[in-house]
């Protein structure tokens, strides 16, 4: 059998209901059998591929807190060190009634690829609870933070492993979580989490950098097939902090963004969100307020209970959560004439979707790489923390972009030398320095 399947068939019998998981992994492995052809007996006696899709360490723990009413709850807390091969684990926390272990580890092993392909020294990891944020009282979610890092902060540190905020943790919760690792450890190492407040040590442009990011990658995108992003019609899905990031950028560059989505349905604004409704969605993220506001206060069209792929769009950006975009979705959208679609949430497309779009010929730029830009701050974060210096907003800016342009070229180049999609070459790539590192560090 072939070593990829074996691998694959392995993962899948040993971890069988980590759906997300051989979501992710098929997706990966799938995209590297020409690079393992080249090299298979040195990554079979190594190895290699056993390594690269378990975890090297998984942190499970229990999370008692107290409510408002003096009743104890208890969570589960989780942090996956997946790979540590180029750098300090790195990967953000989530907050949220779906969190797994399986979750957990898609994520962190999605994470290891995306960080690799940003050419900063860090690794992947992914953490979070399943505890709910939405409806708790600022000091009940002061309580579990506390609750949460007494735990967690043993487990990190600024060159073990750096967390960041992800669903349901916004800046509020990564001050709590940060005070309260500064009491334990009795040191002011704030290079331990990143996203935080300018006050203390977090770094211009955070909140908008992965929104940013994927607008930089678009824009290289839509170059390489000789399109510009002015005057484009996109549906952006989502209506967080990605999405608000995407929308402000671009339509500062010309886009028209057509569509907003929560769970309840999606938002309709035919000529394109003006800046009095990018400005309302930091209202609505952080009031937790349902998409269809906007069209209470702005009359703008509300579409219960459906997703806004069924718009006629040049781009789709999804930037919602995972598996938001199926097949029937890619069926809509292919027929409605979209061009491409960029990623902007974690593995946004379902298996069946993606193959779709390549069988006709729409070209799809993978999460792993549209969506680095959060993280590659959060590593200039983590630098600006280590040399007590604060690069301004320009500076920042301007890092980002650079990072965003060599992502497409990698990934641009590795499709073009094994001849496979776009994704795909992004997979290559940050394989390419993971498995190099590992190889040389010997085979622990």
Same mark, same amino acid.
């Given at each position: 059998?072939?070593?990829?399947?074996?691998?694959?068939?392995?993962?899948?019998?040993?971890?069988?209901?980590?759906?997300?998981?051989?979501?992710?992994?098929?997706?990966?492995?799938?995209?590297?059998?020409?690079?393992?052809?080249?090299?298979?007996?040195?990554?079979?006696?190594?190895?290699?591929?056993?390594?690269?899709?378990?975890?090297?360490?998984?942190?499970?723990?229990?999370?008692?807190?107290?409510?408002?009413?003096?009743?104890?709850?208890?969570?589960?807390?989780?942090?996956?060190?997946?790979?540590?091969?180029?750098?300090?684990?790195?990967?953000?926390?989530?907050?949220?009634?779906?969190?797994?272990?399986?979750?957990?580890?898609?994520?962190?092993?999605?994470?290891?690829?995306?960080?690799?392909?940003?050419?900063?020294?860090?690794?992947?990891?992914?953490?979070?609870?399943?505890?709910?944020?939405?409806?708790?009282?600022?000091?009940?979610?002061?309580?579990?933070?506390?609750?949460?890092?007494?735990?967690?902060?043993?487990?990190?540190?600024?060159?073990?492993?750096?967390?960041?905020?992800?669903?349901?943790?916004?800046?509020?919760?990564?001050?709590?979580?940060?005070? !309260?690792?500064?009491?334990? @450890?009795?040191?002011? #190492? /704030?290079? $331990?989490?990143? +996203?935080?407040?300018?006050?203390?040590? =977090? &770094?211009?442009?955070?909140?908008?950098?992965?929104?940013?990011?994927?607008?930089?990658?678009?824009?290289?995108?839509?170059?390489?097939?000789?399109?510009?992003?002015?005057?484009?019609?996109?549906?952006?899905?989502?209506?967080?902090?990605?999405?608000?990031?995407?929308?402000?950028?671009?339509?500062?560059?010309?886009?028209?963004?057509?569509?907003?989505?929560?769970?309840?349905?999606?938002?309709?604004?035919?000529?394109?969100?003006?800046?009095?409704?990018?400005?309302?969605?930091?209202?609505?993220?952080?009031?937790?307020?349902?998409?269809?506001?906007?069209?209470?206060?702005?009359?703008?069209?509300?579409?219960?209970?459906?997703?806004?792929?069924?718009?006629?769009?040049?781009?789709?950006?999804?930037?919602?959560? !995972?598996?938001?975009?199926? @097949?029937?979705?890619? #069926? /809509?959208? $292919?027929?409605? +004439?979209?061009?491409?679609?960029?990623? =902007? &949430?974690?593995?946004?497309?379902?298996?069946?979707?993606?193959?779709?779009?390549?069988?006709?010929?729409?070209?799809?730029?993978?999460?792993?790489?549209?969506?680095?830009?959060?993280?590659?701050?959060?590593?200039?974060?983590?630098?600006?923390?280590?040399?007590?210096?604060?690069?301004?907003?320009?500076?920042?800016?301007?890092?980002?972009?650079?990072?965003?342009?060599?992502?497409?070229?990698?990934?641009?180049?590795?499709?073009?030398?094994?001849?496979?999609?776009?994704?795909?070459?992004?997979?290559?790539?940050?394989?390419?320095?993971?498995?190099?590192?590992?190889?040389?560090?010997?085979?622990?």
């Amino acid at each position: 059998m072939n070593y990829i399947d074996e691998v694959y068939e392995n993962l899948v019998r040993k971890y069988p209901e980590e759906k997300e998981f051989h979501q992710t992994a098929k997706e990966v492995l799938d995209s590297l059998y020409k690079v393992i052809a080249e090299n298979e007996e040195l990554y079979r006696k190594n190895a290699l591929l056993e390594r690269l899709v378990e975890p090297e360490r998984s942190i499970v723990f229990r999370t008692p807190w107290e409510d408002d009413k003096g009743q104890i709850h208890v969570n589960t807390g989780y942090r996956v060190q997946f790979n540590g091969a180029i750098g300090p684990y790195k990967g953000g926390l989530r907050f949220h009634p779906s969190v797994r272990l399986g979750t957990m580890k898609f994520l962190a092993f999605e994470q290891t690829f995306k960080n690799s392909l940003t050419g900063l020294p860090i690794g992947g990891g992914k953490g979070g609870s399943d505890f709910d944020p939405i409806g708790k009282s600022d000091n009940e979610i002061k309580r579990f933070c506390v609750s949460f890092m007494t735990e967690l902060y043993r487990h990190i540190g600024p060159d073990r492993d750096v967390p960041a905020g992800d669903l349901g943790v916004s800046g509020k919760e990564i001050g709590y979580l940060f005070g !309260q690792y500064r009491r334990i @450890r009795g040191s002011y #190492e /704030n290079g $331990v989490i990143t +996203g935080k407040d300018l006050s203390f040590g =977090g &770094s211009k442009i955070r909140p908008e950098a992965t929104g940013f990011g994927i607008t930089y990658f678009l824009q290289e995108m839509l170059r390489d097939k000789g399109e510009e992003l002015n005057g484009k019609k996109i549906a952006i899905s989502g209506c967080g902090n990605v999405a608000w990031g995407a929308a402000q950028k671009m339509t500062e560059l010309g886009a028209k963004i057509v569509t907003l989505s929560d769970p309840s349905g999606y938002i309709y604004a035919p000529e394109g969100l003006r800046e009095e409704h990018i400005r309302y969605m930091l209202q609505v993220r952080s009031a937790n307020l349902p998409v269809g506001n906007f069209s209470e206060k702005f009359g703008l069209e509300f579409v219960p209970g459906k997703r806004p792929w069924e718009r006629t769009v040049d781009i789709a950006v999804p930037c919602a959560t !995972q598996n938001e975009l199926d @097949r029937r979705d890619a #069926e /809509n959208l $292919v027929k409605n +004439g979209v061009l491409m679609i960029c990623e =902007g &949430s974690n593995m946004p497309c379902t298996l069946e979707a993606t193959e779709y779009f390549d069988s006709r010929g729409v070209t799809l730029g993978p999460s792993k790489a549209a969506n680095a830009g959060g993280v590659a701050v959060s590593a200039l974060e983590m630098s600006q923390d280590s040399i007590r210096y604060s690069w301004t907003e320009k500076e920042v800016d301007e890092k980002l972009h650079g990072i965003m342009k060599n992502i497409f070229k990698q990934s641009k180049e590795m499709s073009e030398k094994y001849s496979v999609t776009l994704a795909q070459g992004a997979n290559i790539a940050g394989f390419l320095k993971v498995a190099d590192a590992m190889l040389k560090q010997g085979n622990y």
